[in-house]
């Protein structure tokens, strides 16, 4: 019998030479509706990012077989997959940034559908990290480190975006012309960079992408426009708040990407297993949230004037240090350094007019 038909059955009764008919049922299978998962995919993409998009069957009819899966972007119908194990590899390439709704329509032999649907944003510029905004408690938690890491304060910060390596030769040479750095090599992270000219960098590539200049100002009479969609150093609090994993600063780990020290060969170049110099971004493990080299390889610059009291006295949400110094903040640890000063807790400070082959910096953007 072919269960996708209908059938009529019918039964006859017979009295000697007259019979009678009755229909008993109208029977017509009704199969079972297939239920389609789209497998794990995030909410932020870079601009052009090729999006892998993996489709479950989690439950069909035991008579039923799916013959295609189909995949549509904003209901426009991009791919369609009758192969399992079933995906697309989306190519966001020509799409505006923008939120866009990823469906998949999975349809069996009977004709039955099932579907599903994950929205996605194209707003995380290349080569960055989105960094969802939160509270989370800052400064040393576990009591090991300076005075001037406590008292532990809750610190809220709206969300960002966090360049996923430190800035490499490379690309500072692209746009500054020059290559300070000790440790020659294209991906290696620039060092021997003063403040000054970090901050000089930044607007410099927000002026070649067309973005506004968030530093404006001289020596030290230089401040930063935190509203502008430009380039610039990440705040002190932005900075640890993502070398903690951002959301996931619960896992409380004291180094980023892990909590002990026999972990930290695997996430940091350190004094450990450095060899006594920098080495190629990324090449170690990242945190939580997939950001590399948050400790260790180089120091990072922040944007904050250092004080060795500002914990006292900080704003909870969103602190951008003191007004005036003599020292800006710089975090991470480095090759040079051993375990304790690759802490996520650790804050050091330096005059901004000296840089040292082992101090580099990554980008920060505003959200939008």
Request: net charge negative; hydrophobic share 25%; aromatic share 16%.
């Amino acid at each position: 019998m072919d269960i996708t038909k209908s059938y009529e059955y019918r039964v006859y009764a017979y009295y000697g030479e007259s019979n009678s008919e009755y229909l008993v049922e109208n029977y017509q299978y009704q199969p079972q509706q297939l239920d389609v998962e789209i497998e794990d995919l995030d909410y932020y993409y870079s601009e052009g990012a090729i999006i892998d998009i993996n489709v479950t069957i989690l439950s069909q009819d035991q008579y039923s077989s799916v013959e295609s899966v189909k995949f549509y972007i904003d209901d426009n119908l991009l791919y369609t997959d009758d192969t399992e194990p079933y995906s697309y590899s989306w190519d966001s390439g020509g799409f505006e940034p923008n939120q866009y709704t990823i469906k998949v329509v999975a349809i069996d032999n009977f004709g039955t559908s099932g579907e599903d649907t994950h929205q996605i944003s194209l707003a995380v510029p290349d080569g960055f990290v989105f960094v969802e905004g939160g509270t989370f408690p800052m400064g040393d938690h576990f009591n090991e480190g300076e005075s001037e890491e406590l008292p532990v304060h809750d610190v809220t910060l709206n969300p960002f975006f966090i360049g996923k390596y430190e800035v490499t030769q490379a690309l500072y040479e692209e746009v500054m012309g020059n290559n300070p750095s000790n440790f020659s090599g294209e991906n290696r992270p620039v060092e021997k960079v003063i403040w000054y000219d970090a901050v000089e960098f930044c607007n410099k590539l927000s002026e070649i992408e067309g973005l506004d200049k968030c530093y404006s100002g001289t020596g030290e009479d230089i401040v930063c426009d935190f509203s502008k969609n430009g380039y610039r150093l990440p705040t002190e609090a932005e900075w640890e708040y993502a070398a903690r994993g951002g959301i996931h600063h619960t896992d409380n780990f004291r180094y980023s990407g892990c909590h002990e020290e026999s972990e930290l060969e695997d996430y940091a170049w350190y004094k450990t297993n450095s060899n006594n110099q920098t080495h190629e971004v990324g090449t170690k493990q990242p945190n939580q949230l997939g950001i590399y080299d948050m400790s260790g390889n180089v120091w990072e610059w922040c944007n904050d004037w250092y004080s060795s009291s500002y914990y006292s006295s900080s704003p909870s949400n969103n602190p951008t240090g003191p007004n005036s110094s003599s020292y800006r903040v710089y975090r991470g640890g480095s090759w040079y350094n051993y375990a304790e000063y690759c802490r996520v807790a650790s804050r050091y400070h330096a005059d901004p007019t000296y840089g040292g082959s082992y101090r580099g910096f990554r980008l920060v953007r505003r959200y939008e």
